[in-house]
């Protein structure tokens, strides 16, 4: 009986309850720096494979030890700007080889733009055997529109996000930075 109830079907139903849960618990602590619509989008692109940290649950891990940060996005993403500290591992060319220096104990944060493709590193980084991995909700975008630290390639605060594209940089808050979209 119990192996009825405990098949792919139904882990896949209850990953999607608890991530629409955890979607609905974070959006509580989220102030309304994110345009309308954040959230549900998030919750469309995002399947809770990896489990979600926000922004401010990065932030502070930022000063602790054995915490590592990595950046989803590709070069000119990265280059515009990033969260202080973080390794840019990519996306579309991501190679595990990359990560091989980090210990496989340590407390991983992923972000992207909005979640989707940090999740999808995150899932090869747990595969590959690390044990705390955190997809930050909402990517770099829910960063910075909660006002957090950006740098550019030189290590300088910026305000300046890639948007990645006309359609997605609407989900950036422009009192909160400048689009950046080549």
Known sequence: MVRKLINTTNIKQLMKYLLTLSVLFFSLYLSAQNPVGFDEMCNGYIEGTVPLATPKQMNRALSLENTVILDARE???????????????????FKIESVKDIDKNATIY??????????????????????????VYGGIFNWTNLGYELVDQNGN????????????????????????ID
Not at 75 to 93: C, F, L, P, Q, W
């Open 75 to 93: 070069t000119k993403e990265y280059n515009i700007s990033h969260v202080k500290g973080a390794k840019r591992v990519g996306y579309d060319n």
């Open 110 to 135: 992923i972000y992207c733009s909005v979640g989707y493709r940090s999740e999808k590193i995150g899932e090869k980084l747990q595969k590959s055997g690390f044990k705390k991995v955190y997809n």
């Open 157 to 180: 605060k910026t305000t300046k996000v890639h948007g990645y594209n006309n359609d997605w940089s609407k989900w950036l808050n422009k009192d909160k930075c400048i689009k950046i």
